[in-house]
């Protein structure tokens, strides 16, 4: 089965360290997303690309956050600097087109602990 | 601004013990509603799409029912490998590429 590989799994750092979280997308799939869930605020859209171009990052925190597709088949997620309130799971997704009619493919998450 | 709550946070079942879980929503002129399955340590994984109200979709134990306010998942006869968190979620009006997410419903069903 096709599936979105999400590195690192596990990613413990102390408060004001850079933290890089990394997406393979499943090949083909021309829409990547980065969500970040915690147990307060659920599910929470982040950014997300279509054909590699950035169409929406208004989730993220600007002067912290960046999210990049150097090319089809890598989305990096940066945090700098990180501080506690940042540690949830990073959830990147991918699909195809305009629709999410056929549902999106989610990676298992990088679990991110800042201390 | 689009809302999506869901209901209840948690139940616990027994096995074979049917019930329902529901999803209520405040957006202007849905346009599809959909369901996911999320396990323990893995990513949310996708199981219907909803587009109008009326329709039914159906997957194993688990049917999906839309209506003009809300969506109801029903479980039938439930196995303990049904036990997951379930998630529904709508398009946010920016787009129908992005999903506003609701919290989810933990459900844990004992054997």
């Known amino acids: 089965d096709a599936r979105v590989t999400q590195t690192p799994r596990h990613k413990v750092t102390e408060m004001g360290q850079e933290v890089t979280m990394r997406c393979q997308p499943i090949?083909?799939?021309?829409?990547v997303f980065w969500y970040r869930q915690t147990m307060m605020q659920g599910l929470e859209l982040l950014a997300y690309?279509?054909?590699?171009?950035?169409?929406?990052d208004s989730g993220m925190p600007k002067d912290r956050f960046s999210a990049e597709m150097p090319d089809a088949t890598l989305a990096t997620l940066k945090i700098q600097p990180s501080e506690p309130r940042d540690s949830a799971v990073y959830f990147c997704?991918?699909?195809?087109?305009?629709?999410?009619?056929?549902?999106?493919?989610f990676g298992s998450g990088t679990r991110l602990t800042v201390v | 601004e689009d809302q999506v709550t869901q209901s209840p946070e948690a139940l616990r079942l027994q096995e074979g013990e049917s019930s329902s879980l529901n999803c209520s929503y405040t957006?202007?002129?849905?346009?599809?509603l959909f369901w996911y399955r999320q396990d323990p340590g893995k990513g949310p994984e996708f199981l219907f799409t909803?587009?109008?109200a009326g329709e039914e979709k159906e997957k194993e134990r688990l049917k999906a029912t839309l209506t003009k306010k809300e969506s109801f998942l029903h479980i039938t006869a439930p196995k303990p490998e049904d036990s997951a968190t379930y998630l529904c979620?709508?398009?946010?009006?920016?787009?129908?590429?992005?999903?506003?997410f609701g919290k989810g419903t933990m459900l844990l069903v004992s054997p």
């Open positions: 997704a991918s699909g195809l087109g305009q629709q999410p009619y056929y549902g999106y493919t």
């Open positions: 090949l083909g799939h021309n829409t």
């Open positions: 690309f279509r054909n590699r171009a950035p169409l929406d």
């Open positions: 957006v202007s002129g849905l346009r599809g």
């Open positions: 909803l587009y109008s």
């Open positions: 979620a709508v398009p946010k009006p920016s787009g129908y590429s992005t999903l506003t």
